[in-house]
């Protein structure tokens, strides 16, 4: 016991304080999913921000000192963002043939979602700012932040909104899907994996990758898109009001 205390000490005043107990919770909370039998409501993602929330408040331990540890974690997501390439290049002979659909379905499914949430965030009077900080929600929390920052966004508020439209999504995907009579065959799985990347980016294809590989794969694609289409179009449209 008094080897942990020592051990707690020293990690807490330590960079290796946010590093060691970002890897810890998750593994814990990784545990509990796979003995949930990854249920939406035990998504890894959702317990980590919460314990790890809540272990900050308890300490008193400032965001700063917790994240100069975690900052590691936080550039192995680009990587991480990457490697979904790899199940894409196993199916490129399939890709060819369908781009045009998932072109035009990732470009559909990108304006519904930033029009329908800074529409919602006008309709109830939300400044302008925070407008900006919306639009950008559906694409990974690092191209939402840089985003936001070029149309006159908060980027810290773009990265809490983009992590909060993720665990949306992964938590109601599965509700929504079955709700819309959306299969579990080959071409459901897809367009399900699809509809998750383009809502809900990395957070979405965790949960894609864990129902089915190729849904994994197309929420990747999704994803890559979606990063793409936000950078190129969102500033532009921005411009226009």
């Avoid at 990758?209 to 694609?221: K, N, P, R």
Wanted: some cysteine; proline content about 4%; aromatic content about 10%.
């Amino acid at each position: 016991m008094t080897n942990f205390v020592q051990l707690w000490v020293y990690l807490s005043s330590a960079p290796l304080f946010g590093l060691t107990s970002t890897l810890v919770v998750y593994v814990l909370a990784q545990a509990f999913a796979a003995r949930m039998r990854h249920a939406a409501w035990a998504n890894p993602v959702l317990w980590s921000v919460v314990v790890l929330a809540c272990a900050l408040l308890a300490t008193g331990t400032a965001y700063p000192t917790f994240f100069a540890g975690a900052q590691f974690i936080h550039f192995l997501l680009g990587p991480a963002v990457v490697a979904l390439g790899w199940p894409l290049w196993q199916r490129r002979a399939e890709l060819r043939r369908r781009w045009a659909r998932l072109l035009l379905a990732a470009l559909a499914g990108g304006t519904a979602a930033a029009t329908s949430a800074v529409g919602l965030g006008w309709a109830l009077g939300l400044p302008a700012d925070m407008l900006l900080s919306l639009a950008p929600k559906s694409v990974t929390a690092p191209v939402a932040m840089g985003v936001a920052a070029q149309i006159g966004g908060e980027p810290a508020l773009a990265a809490l909104f983009a992590v909060l439209t993720g665990m949306v999504g992964a938590l109601s995907g599965r509700t929504l899907f079955r709700w819309l009579r959306v299969g579990t065959n080959a071409e459901g799985m897809l367009a399900r994996g699809f509809a998750l990347g383009t809502a809900s980016h990395g957070i979405g294809a965790a949960q894609a990758l864990q129902d089915d590989a190729d849904a994994g794969a197309y929420a990747g694609l999704a994803l890559g898109l979606q990063v793409v289409l936000a950078a190129l179009l969102v500033p532009l449209v921005a411009r226009l009001f």
